[in-house]
């Protein structure tokens, strides 16, 4: 199943994408919200709604980011591909390195990114995220594929000054809708091997990223048993598993997000996310 969080005649809701339509499943479960359905189990109560006919065209919603709850956690994982971590000048790093993102700082599929005032290098870094299903404590890595709901697409958009200002990352990643997530999540029964999806980003059309998620050093297993040592992982979390090599600040010179510009990160069988980045005018 594909499964998004829109908008539609200003009401929010959860819906299954079939073909070319979106049936508004929140209506009818009275489940508006997908971190909600997520919490109370009820995701496989969809599957009957699929052969329901679409309520809305795709082109007729809004798309929210697929986990759309302000109670939600982002977690991310940083110099996780080999090549990303030549180009940023760092050493293969013994445990997973490990930020948060807030939801604030998210947008959905063909939403705006905001570029802010405050700096001129705001990068792009395509990633594959992974949205847990079922409660998690101490899992084991060989175990852990049964803790996930599905996968979707995120641009872990980046304000690389701000994220050097000290040696944590937080600040560059929080701007206020600097990151993307989306189009949809797909369900984990639809990917029969995760680690065999290719993952490309596109900057104006031309590919900037490119790369295997079986290319991770770290890999989804391993990432939900160190993760689930020192937290609960909860039905609704997601994990950004890291991004490839050819992110602007790895480039000389480099190459930097800028109003107008169209990013693309799209992976295999999940789908493509595409946003367009606009200058901040919040005042």
Known sequence: MRI???IAEGKRSVGLVVGDGVVDCGARSGTPDLFELLQTGGLGKLEDQARRPADYRLDEVRHLPVIANPAARFLCVGINYKPHMLEMGRELPPHPVIFVRFPSSLVGHQDELVRPRES???????EFAVIIGKRARRVSRHDAIDHVAGFACFNDGSIRDYQRHSGQYTPGKNFVGSGAFGP?????????DPAALDLTTRLNGEVVQKESTGELIFGIGELIEYISIWTELVPGDVIATGTPGGVGA??????????????????????????????????
């Open 250 to 283: 790895g480039r000389k010179p480099p190459l930097w997000m800028k109003p107008g510009d169209t990013i693309d990160v799209e992976i295999s069988r999940l789908g493509i996310l595409r946003n367009r980045v606009v200058e901040d005018d919040d005042s």
């Open 4 to 6: 998004l969080s829109f």
């Open 120 to 126: 001129e290098q705001y990068d792009f870094e395509g």
């Open 184 to 192: 949809w999540m797909v369900t984990r029964d639809e990917i029969p």
